[in-house]
């Protein structure tokens, strides 16, 4: 099962996330976000992050023209697109989703590598340490990445209960905004995996 640590705004952090095991590490470029990272910084050191962790590039509102740039200065190779933001022909995409008691599966149209499902968010457009009810994800029958409040104490449970493709946490990782708390996430990764065993 695919576990991506997001919010990733340093090398130190992302060091720490690939050698607790995960398999995805995501940057977001929303510059409202207290997590957003300048493309000019990540692209000095983006190398170091090993060619079998997944990189995905967060993207609300942009252009096609503009992920496609972010993405090919960084060396990305998903582009995770929340509200009017549109992925470039030809990339890996996932479409980000708030699921609140409006959420319906038959709204899910569109045919991208998978769905993030998400807490609503606000301006912030996720990041805010709230899970949902997953009883409405449960039975999708598309790739589905779980986000939305997760860590070490609660993912089993969120894994057990939607048998999700991927799991995604970030704020309920950090020591503060944008900088992760080393033993939360060596933490959350240690449960997925092990919840992922079981299920």
Request: proline fraction near 4%; include cysteine.
């Amino acid at each position: 099962m695919l576990i991506k640590i997001c919010g990733i705004t340093n090398a130190a952090d992302a060091r720490d996330a690939v050698a607790a095991g995960a398999t995805a590490l995501g940057f977001n470029f929303y510059e409202k976000s207290p997590r957003y990272i300048r493309p000019e910084a990540l692209s000095e050191w983006i190398g170091e992050v090993p060619a079998q962790v997944l990189r995905v590039g967060v993207f609300v509102n942009m252009a096609a023209d503009e992920v496609a740039d972010v993405m090919a200065r960084c060396r990305l190779e998903v582009a995770q697109l929340y509200g009017a933001a549109v992925g470039p022909a030809g990339v890996r995409t996932w479409l980000a989703r708030n699921v609140d008691e409006s959420f319906r599966v038959e709204d899910l149209t569109e045919d991208p590598e998978a769905w993030l499902l998400d807490s609503p968010g606000g301006a912030l457009h996720g990041g805010t340490g709230e899970t949902f009810d997953w009883n409405r994800a449960r039975g999708i029958a598309r790739r589905i990445v779980l986000a939305g409040g997760l860590d070490a104490g609660n993912v089993a449970r969120a894994i057990e209960a939607v048998k999700p493709w991927g799991v995604d946490a970030c704020s309920r990782l950090e020591a503060s905004p944008g900088r992760k708390d080393k033993s939360k996430v060596n933490a959350f990764v240690a449960a997925a995996q092990e919840a992922a065993k079981r299920t």
